[in-house]
């Protein structure tokens, strides 16, 4: 494993992090769960990210993931990271939802609650809440560190100008704001260029997420799309309309590129998003544990010739543009 920076900080994370949105909760098996986490640990992956929300049903792969940490790593905590988050809508009412002070602090006590924990290494703010004062927000992720409940703060999706307030606030306030997670990967690019550059100006680590765009970066789907993946569900967060043919002709043409890397499609999504120098770390998902050590496997080829840089833009173009 490689270990990175994490912005201006004494903190670093490994370059592949795992993260628990998908097969973490309630409705999926425990003991692949279990196999997972112990594997990824076992490659040097010391980074597990969570939030109030990750299921199904909501808070239980906070549960199982605490669960797991005192059967197989408890004597293993002080090598951990752990991190989770709020700002999506956890509970009823007025206060289970947004940035304010009152849903943060309350929905991270749940947290350290269903985890078994007395901190967290790292607590976000997961998503821009314009109807809360960034003041107040980030007061309250201020409040939450002086309390010794979270070690370091974050914050994700949020844009250029957004972030460079919420970084500029914290400073202000004696914490500064330690990493952004944003979504990011081949199809996905809304954070070129005024994003990274802000991060860097700011001293932010960054640690996209979804960089195998939901596993449509992978030979998932060479051949069209599964009837067990993601795109063929009809609740899923990947709906089948986005697999076009384009997209489906320009996967099998970045195959190709990787073949000749010598790596898989996901291997080389996964090296394209850590060539960038503000990047600390990728935030992976997995269903089993094979994806695992196909992901970690990317980092032992991360440089890019000029011409592979080139040949992948071509296929790109301006695929994934904010919409």
């Not at 769960?33 to 990824?40: N, T, Y």
């Not at 924990?117 to 107040?136: K, M, S």
Request: include cysteine; aromatic fraction near 8%.
């Amino acid at each position: 494993m490689i270990y990175r920076a994490c912005g201006r900080s004494g903190l670093k994370l490994p370059a592949i992090s795992l993260g628990l949105w998908h097969n973490f909760g309630s409705v999926d098996s425990f003991e692949t769960a279990r196999a997972m986490i112990l594997r990824a640990f076992d490659l040097g992956i010391t980074h597990f990210d969570l939030a109030n929300n990750y299921g199904p049903l909501p808070g239980s792969a906070e549960e199982n993931f605490g669960k797991i940490l005192k059967r197989d790593l408890e004597n293993h905590r002080d090598e951990l990271i752990i991190s989770t988050k709020a700002g999506y809508r956890m509970w009823d009412g007025p206060y289970g939802d947004g940035g304010s002070r009152k849903y943060l602090v309350a929905s991270l006590d749940q947290s350290l609650r269903r985890m078994g924990l007395e901190y967290v290494d790292i607590f976000y703010h997961h998503r821009p809440d314009t109807e809360t004062p960034l003041e107040e927000t980030m007061s309250a992720l201020d409040h939450i560190a002086r309390s010794g409940k979270a070690l370091y703060i974050g914050i994700s999706s949020y844009d250029a100008d957004r972030t460079a307030q919420a970084a500029s606030i914290l400073r202000t306030l004696g914490t500064p704001c330690l990493i952004h997670q944003p979504k990011y990967n081949m199809f996905n690019r809304w954070i070129e260029p005024s994003l990274l550059s802000t991060l860097e100006k700011e001293g932010v680590g960054c640690i996209p997420f979804s960089p195998l765009a939901q596993g449509l970066l992978t030979d998932r789907y060479l051949h069209g799309i599964p009837d067990d993946s993601r795109a063929a569900k009809p609740h899923g967060w990947l709906k089948r309309e986005e697999v076009s043919d384009e997209k489906l002709t320009k996967i099998r043409e970045l195959t190709n590129v990787a073949r000749k890397r010598g790596q898989s499609l996901a291997q080389m999504a996964v090296a394209w998003i850590l060539r960038h120098k503000a990047v600390t770390s990728v935030l992976i998902g997995a269903s089993r544990v094979q994806q695992i050590d196909d992901c970690v496997g990317a980092l032992n080829k991360l440089e890019f010739t000029a011409e592979e840089l080139k040949s992948i833009e071509s296929v790109l173009q301006n695929a994934g543009q904010p919409s």
